[in-house]
């Protein structure tokens, strides 16, 4: 057993960070979870048997991203983890088609929502000389796919975004990785189709996709590393997935 860290997730209240922090509170980690949807966050706080803050805001509010994190309690405030999860893909449309509020959402979130919610603690990790930060990236970070261009260009951002950091934290002894999953049974493609659950089951059918806990784990693993040892990069995929468009569908 490592030493108990404290550790934010945020987009906790669903998939792959609600897996996340199930598994982190069985390795006997604190918590600080933060998401949208207040009951969830309730939720998730009676059922965890490790101690547990919760933080409701929305990573694309600027102003309230600042609020919640420098005004939390102090014995929340030097967190030793921060894990960037938050995030989505809003619609799969071509370029000239598409909705140009999805577009909005998923810079919004999975780029300028990450980038503030890492700007707000910074301080505390540089005052403590230490720590870690991950980033939800994504296969859609490394090769683009027809009609997702805009999540993609999003985990791309994720992508350049995580190496800049590590890059200018280099000097301070932060660990800067980011994770990189292929498909992942959540509800991801629910979102993604505005609660068109035949559209998203479709997305997942005939193949064992990576359930959330398999990140979960790979997330565990990045943590659990020595000190000295920076997971800068893991790309994890189902095995029946070779890449964004090669997928062994057993129909
Ligand atoms: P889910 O839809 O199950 O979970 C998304 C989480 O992000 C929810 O907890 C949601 O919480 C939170 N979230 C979304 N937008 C915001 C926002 N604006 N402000 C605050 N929280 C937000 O999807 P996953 O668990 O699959 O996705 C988690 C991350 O993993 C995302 O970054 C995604 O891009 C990435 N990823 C997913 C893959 C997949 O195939 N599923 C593969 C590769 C990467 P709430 O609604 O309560 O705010
Ligand atoms: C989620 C994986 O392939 O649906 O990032 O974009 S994919």
Same mark, same amino acid.
């Given at each position: 057993m490592n030493t108990p860290k404290t550790i934010c997730i945020t987009g906790a209240t669903s998939g792959i960070g609600w897996a996340t922090a199930q598994r982190l509170a069985k390795d006997g980690h604190r918590l600080l979870?933060?998401?949208?949807?207040?009951?969830? @966050?309730?939720?998730?706080?009676?059922?965890?048997?490790?101690?547990?803050?919760? @933080?409701?805001?929305?990573?694309?509010d600027? $102003?309230?991203? &600042?609020? #919640?994190?420098?005004?939390?309690? =102090?014995?929340?405030?030097?967190?030793d983890v921060l894990i960037n999860n938050a995030g989505n893909a809003h619609g799969l449309d071509p370029?000239?088609?598409?909705?140009?509020?999805?577009?909005?959402?998923?810079?919004?979130?999975?780029? =300028?929502?990450?980038?503030?919610?890492? $700007?707000? &603690?910074?301080?505390?990790?540089?005052?403590? =000389?230490?720590?870690?930060i991950i980033n939800l990236g994504s296969i859609a970070g490394q090769e683009v796919y027809p009609n997702g261009s805009v999540y993609c260009a999003s985990k791309f951002a994720v992508d350049a975004f995580t190496k800049g950091l590590r890059?200018?934290?280099? =000097?301070?002894?932060?660990?800067?990785?980011?994770?990189?999953?292929?498909?992942?049974?959540t509800e991801f493609s629910l979102?993604? &189709? $505005?609660?068109?659950?035949?559209?998203?089951? $479709?997305?997942?059918?005939?193949?064992? #996709?990576?359930?959330?806990?398999?990140?979960?784990?790979?997330? #565990?693993?990045?943590?659990?590393a020595p000190a000295h040892v920076t997971v800068a990069d893991?790309?994890?995929?189902?095995?029946d997935q070779a890449s964004s468009m090669v997928i062994n569908r057993r129909e």
């Open positions: 979870l933060c998401g949208r949807r207040q009951e969830r @966050l309730q939720t998730l706080e009676q059922d965890l048997s490790c101690p547990v803050h919760t @933080l409701q805001f929305d990573v694309r600027k $102003k309230d991203v &600042f609020a #919640a994190i420098t005004q939390l309690p =102090k014995a929340w405030q030097q967190i370029v000239q088609s598409a909705d140009l509020d999805d577009w909005d959402a998923m810079i919004d979130s999975n780029v =300028k929502g990450l980038m503030y919610v890492t $700007k707000a &603690f910074l301080p505390h990790f540089l005052e403590q =000389k230490h720590g870690q890059m200018d934290l280099n =000097k301070h002894g932060i660990r800067v990785g980011a994770i990189h999953p292929g498909l992942v049974e979102v993604r &189709f $505005k609660g068109d659950t035949s559209r998203a089951d $479709k997305v997942y059918a005939d193949i064992s #996709a990576l359930q959330a806990d398999d990140v979960a784990q790979a997330i #565990a693993f990045m943590i659990d893991l790309t994890l995929l189902p095995t």
